[in-house]
């Protein structure tokens, strides 16, 4: 029981890529969120999925797109990366009134 | 979601009891309570949680006031490796849309001293 897996851990981009940060649980857990930490600030929520096929927008939803095709996957892509998108990213995941379940984060700069 | 305050930082000895306070005077009668840290760089690592009845794990328990306005945190016996943040957060527990959503405030820094 692996928990949630984020891939990869550290990446750098230039200003213009894109990518994708990979999130996965093998919990089968029905809630999926990412949220971002900048230096010093608490965690902010991006985009969020209640299950297979359903996504929501967070707090901080704009630069990037989410989609949930399976329950055990919920990508997060970075159309074209900007410096302000420079964070750390975690996933998690929930299921009824369970806590969260958080990945190790993806720590991303871009330059 | 119930807004909650919490204090910036605290210092604790190693060995004492940790007690985290937190308010959520406008907390509503369907929202629990969660008790999450954050140790340096890593993802947040869930505690405990409750609704008002006191809770107990074998990592803290979880003090709730009879009018739920406010809760403390206990850390029986902190060690070093328990200085974190600690984050306070109150929502509707179980599934559905916006039910499943955490807003995560500042928390408190609990810097545990030898």
């Known amino acids: 029981n692996a928990g949630v897996t984020q891939t990869p851990k550290f990446q750098v981009l230039k200003t213009g890529q894109s990518m994708t940060l990979q999130c996965a649980q093998d919990m089968n857990h029905e809630y999926m969120s990412w949220y971002r930490q900048d230096p010093g600030m608490g965690l902010r929520l991006i985009h969020y999925?209640?299950?297979?096929?359903?996504?929501d927008q967070g707090e901080v939803p704009n630069g990037y797109n989410v989609s949930r095709s399976t329950t055990e996957d919920f990508p997060l892509r970075l159309l074209s990366a900007a410096p302000s998108q420079t964070s750390v990213y975690f996933c998690?995941?929930?299921?009824?009134?369970?806590?969260?379940?958080f990945g190790s984060g993806t720590r991303l700069t871009v330059v | 979601d119930a807004k909650t305050t919490q204090p910036p930082s605290m210092d604790c000895a190693e060995g004492r009891a940790a007690n985290l306070p937190c308010n959520h005077s406008?907390?509503?009668?369907?929202?629990?309570v969660y008790w999450y840290r954050q140790i340096h760089s890593q993802g947040p690592q869930y505690i405990i949680h409750g609704l008002k009845n006191n809770e107990t794990n074998e990592m803290a328990s979880l003090i709730i006031t009879e009018d739920r306005k406010s809760s403390t945190l206990i850390l029986p016996h902190a060690t070093l490796r328990d200085t974190a943040v600690y984050y306070c957060?109150?929502?509707?527990?179980?599934?559905?849309?916006?039910?499943?959503?955490?807003?995560f405030g500042k928390g408190t820094l609990l810097t545990v001293n030898p």
């Open positions: 957060i109150v929502r509707v527990a179980g599934s559905g849309g916006s039910n499943y959503k955490l807003t």
């Open positions: 998690a995941s929930s299921q009824g009134y369970h806590g969260y379940t």
């Open positions: 406008t907390i509503s009668g369907n929202e629990y």
């Open positions: 999925s209640v299950g297979a096929g359903i996504t």
